[in-house]
């Protein structure tokens, strides 16, 4: 159905009728036209539209007619060309309403920028007054009022307005795109990503495809030049890589000569940025732009700009901050943190291959006392360096301490043997040359653990403990012998700090002191026992454990409140009074008050010097260290006998013993066992006797066997010992049944 008049106005020519497609105007050459959509069901009115628009140019652009001749045939226009700015749209068509529904769905759809001018050929039948207060049109004309120089007027006013309102809609849009990427890009975790995000939003900004490059000069690793930190799209292939790579020097010269402000430039094609992020170091953006940038475009890039140098600035920060997290600040080398990345990216890798190693300088204390901090340093570089260029780099190398390295490679590579001899090797450090000891774990990752970092690390803590527990001074591969032992070890830890407070598991046994010439018991030494799990555990795995964890004073407790019990009791059946010797661990003797302490222990057990002695190994006597014997001194104040056990084994200094409160010297098992009345004489525990008679104090002979060691030790004067000659050690509560019969009355 048709609402054009009978006759077309004067000035519209009928020419031949067109298809629906939208027309290209040659004239208009490159420039992009407008696209206004005809909707009529008349295709005389297509005709003479077409012929009054032909060659027309609105704000120096051509104009391109899509048409359609019905509302359907109009949206199916609509999904084929985008940026429709205006529409003609006859009121009548399929239906005496088409055209204004048509308005109307336009509308409700979001074409809000789009102008719309209606056109009726019938004046009276949809009256002007309310269509255009009921409907969002630009204009209501009738078909014999749009001659063409009124076509003309009404579609440069309206396109004008789509112009306008499209302008300050991108404009809008454009800002919230800065919002919104700033938001994003702020979020990015180092200069690369950073960059790459740039590129993107800079394309997206001016709707063109992300072709394009972001260098940075004055950075880390740029020599002086420019280095492409990102790139995309025919730019990839050189990220990573310097400015000078680029084949053609034209784009490299462009950056050159780019003016040091924040203004995008427009020059070859390319659309240029110039940020200077930190005095010293700049960073380029350049994207292929085609043609002019629009002044709103301009606008909407220089804002973008200062965000985006912000967002530089801080991403410079955070990979400054990033750098000093993963770098020695002294050293200037990789630190805990980067080998735990690089053991991370390791396990990302499938299958998990290869090994790491843990290194610890046993002598760098004693480097640095004797050399010096600077020349301790310099040698520690010195190792570095060695480490780092070994088999070409094969290794990752970090320090995360003091004397102290972590490392990942092949297997082929971390040989124990060829470590141990790099990190002990001599190097001339400020004309000294040194020597170190170490002592490093090796792990093999494909056993190491589920891939878990955290947890790996732990594990090669571990193992370079019990390495330098058992193997000191070697390079070890830990392996499954070896973590059952340190999985032991935790475990017995782990029970021991349960059951020390309480004594749960834990027993006291007593071995006699005899005199060797009537074989009546003196007195006894009290020796610690322990069952885990209902197994006995040696006391030579678990006194180390208890001095490791500080569990030693509660156990010592223990002991002396057995002794307490077991006294008190023997006293009330008047049985004849047995000392007892404890044995004090170096680590007690180290802490500030230990001694009051223990004799407050001892008091409440209702035990005196008469009743208890103390033993200290001869490592005591070792260090002498004025704190150890001023915990003894006190203890020897209030009456208490000390005696040093195991003498002759720490190669004591005889110099200490002026200052060391010593009433008893036991001449260690070692000097007893080669004992015979033949050899006697010429023996070491006969110089260990005359060295006790001279200084006046006891001796104990330990470890006697045999009945030729005993008449040794009684011909070379000793006149007390203990031994499983005389006796085994028993329970406290079955020692009277055991001994009861030889206790000296």
Known sequence: MSDKPNAPADDLLELAPEDGAPERSGAAGAARPWYVLVVDDDDDVHATTRFALNGARVLGRPIELVHARSAAEAWARLGEVKDIAVALIDVVMESPDSGLRLVRELREAGMREMRIVLRTGQPGYAPEVSVISSYEIDDYRTKSELTQTRLLTVLTATIRAYDQIRTISRSRAGLEMIVESA???????????????????????????????????????????????????????????????????????????????????????????????????????????????????????????????????????????????????????????????????????????????????????????????????????????????????????????????????EKTHLDPARLQALVTAAYTTDGVEIASTATAALLDLDAASSGDTAATMRALASALQHVRRTRRNESVVFDATMRAESDRRFTLQHEMKRAAPSGEGFAVHLQPKVDIASGRILGAEALLRWRYDGRPVSPAEFIPIAEATGLTEPLTDFVVAEIGRWTRARAKAGAAIVPVAINLSPIDLGRQGFAARLIERVQSAELSP??????????????????????????????????????????????????????????????????????????????????????????????????????????????????YLFGKPAEIDGFDAVFGAKIRN
């Open 610 to 723: 008469s009743t208890i002695e103390f033993e200290v190994t001869e490592g005591v006597a070792m260090q002498a260290t004025p704190w150890a014997i001023g915990q003894l001194q006190i203890l020897k104040n209030a009456g208490f006998r000390i005696a040093l056990d195991d003498f002759g084994t720490g190669y004591s200094s005889l110099g200490n013993f002026g200052d060391f409160p010593i009433d008893t010297l036991k001449i260690d098992r070692s000097f007893v066992t080669p004992l015979t009345v033949a050899t006697a004489r010429e023996s070491l525990a006969a110089v260990i006797l005359a060295m006790t008679q001279t200084l006046r104090v006891g001796c104990v002979a330990e470890g006697v066997e045999t009945d030729e060691q005993r008449q040794a030790l009684r011909f070379l004067g000793c006149e007390v010992a203990q031994g």
């Open 183 to 409: 938001t994003k890009l702020f979020t990015r975790t180092n200069l690369e990503l950073f960059s790459r995000g740039v590129l993107t939003q800079i394309a997206a900004l001016l709707r063109v495809a992300p072709n394009g490059l972001v260098c940075v000069k004055g950075g880390e690793g740029t020599d002086g030049g420019a280095m492409i930190v990102s790139a995309a799209g025919s730019f990839a292939a050189f990220a990573g890589r310097p400015l000078s790579a680029l084949p053609d020097g034209t784009l490299a010269k462009l950056i050159a000569d780019l003016p040091r402000q924040g203004d995008p430039v427009v020059e070859g094609g390319f659309m240029l940025m110039h940020f200077g992020i930190v005095p010293g170091r700049e960073l380029t953006a350049v994207i292929e732009a085609g043609g002019d940038i629009a002044d709103a475009d301009r606008t909407l890039l220089r804002l973008f700009a200062t965000n985006i140098a912000i967002g530089f600035e801080n991403q410079a920060l955070i990979d400054r901050l990033d750098h000093m997290a993963h770098v020695d600040p002294v050293f200037d080398v990789p630190n805990l943190n980067a080998f735990e990345t690089a053991l991370s990216e390791r396990f990302a890798a499938d299958p998990i291959e290869g090994r790491i190693a843990l290194v610890h300088l046993e002598s760098h204390a004693s480097i640095v006392a004797g050399y010096g901090l600077r020349i301790a340093r310099n040698y520690l570089r010195a190792i570095y360096a060695a480490l780092a260029d070994y088999e070409m780099g094969a290794l990752v190398v970090a320090m995360i301490g003091d004397g102290t390295f972590a490392l990942i490679g």
